[in-house]
């Protein structure tokens, strides 16, 4: 589907930025950090007091210290700034109940149960579910094969439409790893890979 015309008449109202920067620490772990702000174009009236037109209604922080096998260590959030102070910010350690979650394996849908609702902050917690990705993106070639030099399948291939096994790009990129999509199970010589030292992938893309 292509993508529609912007109005040409249109004028901003709202902008919501999400960021995620993940740090190697040097010591075996990373830091995560999810921030959320939403700022308006114009003044809006919230919690008793004018937000001025450009202030943030959110400035939200959330930070994770993971080791490299996706596993959650450490786990907490900020807010510097929000609609209702006092309140937005009564979380307590909420999100430090994020530790012990590994972002591999079910963690979109355990941090919604564990903190969707009125159990957290809506807005970190909707911004968490960004963080599986963003985390392999940085382990990418750092802690995770995306080469294919070894005895393992490269962690991304069978991931996306893109790179699906028997997709054009594997055929050009990772031709090893390539297999045709209608080939009979007796005429399958395609190399089988190793044991992988990560986790399973159980994480939805939902």
């Known amino acids: 589907m292509a993508l529609p015309d912007a109005a040409p008449s249109r004028t901003l109202q709202h902008r919501r930025t ?54 959650v260590v450490q786990a907490g959030s900020d807010a510097r700034a929000m609609p209702y102070p006092g309140s937005c910010d009564d979380l307590g350690d909420a999100y430090g109940r994020l530790v012990g979650l590994n972002l591999m394996q079910n963690f979109r849908q355990a941090v919604r149960k564990q903190l969707g609702g009125v159990q957290g902050c809506t807005h970190l917690t909707e911004m968490s ?55 009979s199970p007796l005429a399958d010589t395609a190399p089988s890979a190793a044991p992988s030292s990560h986790p399973p992938v159980q994480e939805s893309t939902s």
């Open 18 to 71: 999400i960021a995620v920067e993940v740090f190697a620490r040097g010591d075996g772990l990373w830091e995560v950090d999810a921030r959320l702000t939403d700022v308006k174009t114009r003044d809006v009236r919230l919690g008793g007091s004018v937000r001025k037109a450009g202030d943030a209604i959110h400035d939200l922080l959330l930070r994770l210290v993971i080791d490299e096998r996706f596993n």
């Open 129 to 183: 579910q960004t963080l599986p990705t963003a985390v392999v993106q940085a382990f990418a070639g750092v802690v995770l094969d995306t080469r294919g030099d070894g005895d393992e399948k490269p962690f991304q291939i069978d991931r996306c439409r893109a790179l699906r096994a028997d997709g054009e790009a594997v055929h050009e990129h990772f031709p090893r790893w390539f297999r045709q999509a209608t080939v």
